[in-house]
């Protein structure tokens, strides 16, 4: 199991394929608005549990179909976002049904892996649009050291670019 774990969070990343439809910002938070690509996903559905419980359970079945746990023994490596909803019941209580969605990587999108673990179904799912957020923190106004070599979020993101008119005074890496 540990390799399992082990290649679904330090195996390869790939990104979730996205195309930028516009770009914009308010205050500090600025945005994107993305047409993502549809495709298979491995999904896992909880319900009657609390949102945090229910992503608790899901999520590591995910990561252990990702990495390994599957018909081929294969470990796929990530896509990047990882997605839930929560869907509300009848009286509007957000605590009923959540589902988690994980796009299978290109490499295995034609013939993904079946999984191990009955709770996960891959299902074909159509392109979606989204809103990503970056909140922007100035360095000059907090003082916090870089991190050694992570570097910032946003830089596992290749298309979100911010400019020196988006955040005067602001060096990027």
Do not use: H
């Amino acid at each position: 199991m540990l390799g399992m774990i082990k290649n679904s969070l330090f195996g390869s990343v790939e990104t979730w394929p996205w195309q930028v439809l516009s770009k914009g910002s308010k205050g500090d938070v600025f945005y994107e608005e993305r047409a993502c690509e549809g495709g298979k996903f491995a999904t896992v559905e909880v319900t009657d549990k609390p949102v945090d419980e229910a992503l608790r359970e899901a999520m590591p079945k995910v990561m252990k179909y990702v990495g390994g746990s599957n018909d081929k023994g294969l470990g796929m490596g990530m896509t990047v976002p990882i997605s839930f909803a929560v869907f509300p019941s009848d009286d509007g209580d957000l605590q009923k049904k959540l589902k988690v969605w994980f796009r299978i990587p290109n490499k295995f999108q034609s013939d993904p892996p079946a999984p191990s673990d009955d709770s996960i179904k891959i299902e074909d799912r159509e392109g979606i649009t989204v809103y990503s957020t970056l909140v922007v923190m100035l360095r000059q106004l907090i003082t916090l050291p870089k991190p050694p070599s992570c570097g910032p979020p946003w830089r596992a993101q290749p298309s979100t670019r911010l400019t020196s008119t988006s955040a005067p005074g602001m060096t990027l890496p």
